[in-house]
């Protein structure tokens, strides 16, 4: 079982920063891949950027490679998700995602535990 809880959402315009943060607790959190997804009014929930937490590999949407930076924190057991040069477009709920072990990352289908979603509104 894991726990995730996200923070970090807020209104910015657009050229703006923001990080937002997932805090991880529970069990063998050196198994678990974690991810950012995000879904705006109307659309469908799509992956942001994953990362391993024990390899530490990555892997971005075309949206937002050069703009976003996915890390952990193992000693914080946090993942952050660093925003740069922020569009009208990156608008939506974003959401902490996990799931143990080897599946693939960009699937929603794959991830079997979720935060409770932080709102990030950018505008023009």
């Known amino acids: 079982q894991v726990q995730l809880v996200e923070s970090g959402g807020g209104l910015v315009q657009a050229g703006g920063s923001l990080r937002l943060s997932c805090v991880a607790s529970g069990d063998a959190l050196s198994r678990i891949q974690m991810a950012w997804f995000r879904q705006a009014p109307g659309k469908e929930r799509d992956v942001v950027a994953t990362i391993r937490w024990k390899e530490g590999s990555t892997y971005y949407a075309d949206s937002v490679k050069g703009r976003f930076t996915i890390s952990r924190d193992n000693a914080k057991n946090t993942v952050y998700l660093q925003m740069n040069s922020l569009k009208p477009e990156d608008t939506a709920v974003y959401y902490c995602?996990?799931?143990?072990?080897?599946?693939?990352?960009?699937?929603?289908?794959?991830?079997?535990?979720w935060g409770q979603g932080t709102q990030v509104t950018v505008s023009s």
């Open positions: 995602a996990a799931f143990y072990d080897y599946r693939p990352v960009t699937l929603l289908t794959s991830y079997d535990y």
